[in-house]
Every structure is written in structure tokens, then in C-alpha cells.
């Protein structure tokens, strides 16, 4: 069973970047994609770039594109999240989870499972 932990959120100003990490454990990642989402304060969570596993194939939703990058590491069983220019609005907990059959689209999503217990992600001057 692939279990996900997220880490790397933290406090920072506006303007600045962090780079989250998504490590699994228990089986191999790279059979499965790994979506990266955030939850904000009395929010729906949403969907914000996904990668496919051996083929690494991205997508972002658009409002993400540009400021995010999703890469991963195979040999290392860890999907990252790049995150420049960071605004308030980007304030959240952040979670990883897996799938073998579904994706994100716009935001929404289907088809993840084995979510991490999130990070918290706090951008404030």
C-alpha cells in the first residue's frame, strides 16, 4: 500500500518560493500519477497540477501554470512542487495523493487516493 507524506510548507512573504516534496512508501510510485492540491480556509480543495508516472507527463491547472512546476524522482519515490512568486491567495494546506486511473481537470479531480496529512503553506507580509 503507497503511503504519501507531505513536507516543506512554511511561512513566507510575498514574492517568495518554497518547494514542497511528496515522498511514497510501501510500493513503488512511478506505476502511479501524483496530483499535488490545496485546501484554503473554509474552501473546496482544489486541484493543482498532476504528473504521470514513467512517462512524466504534466498538467497544471491554469491559473497555476507559470508560478508551479510538478516534477518527480523516481529513484527517490518523491514528487515535488516548485512554487515561485507566491501570493497571499496561495496561503493553504497542501496534499498529495496517488492514482492509476485519474487526473485533474481545471482544478477538479477524480480518482485520487492515499492522501498525505497535508502541509501548511502561509504566504503574508
Known amino acids: 500500500q503507497l503511503q504519501l507524506v507531505e513536507s516543506g510548507g512554511a511561512s513566507v512573504q510575498p514574492g517568495g518560493s518554497l518547494k514542497l516534496s511528496c515522498a511514497a512508501s510501501g510500493s513503488p510510485s512511478d506505476y502511479y500519477s501524483i496530483g499535488w492540491f490545496r485546501q484554503a480556509p473554509g474552501m473546496e480543495r482544489e486541484g493543482i497540477a498532476c504528473?504521470?508516472?514513467?512517462?512524466?507527463?504534466?498538467y497544471y491547472t491554469d491559473s497555476m501554470k507559470g508560478r508551479f512546476t510538478i516534477s518527480r524522482d523516481n529513484a527517490k519515490n518523491t514528487v515535488f512542487l516548485q512554487m515561485d512568486s507566491l501570493k497571499p491567495e496561495d496561503t493553504a494546506v497542501y496534499y498529495c495523493?496517488?492514482?492509476?486511473?485519474?487526473?485533474?481537470?481545471?482544478?477538479?479531480?477524480?480518482?485520487?487516493?492515499?492522501w498525505g496529512q497535508g502541509t501548511q503553506v502561509t504566504v503574508s507580509s
Open positions: 504528473i504521470s508516472g514513467r512517462n512524466q507527463n504534466t
Open positions: 495523493a496517488k492514482t492509476s486511473t485519474g487526473w485533474i481537470t481545471s482544478g477538479n479531480y477524480y480518482g485520487f487516493g492515499s
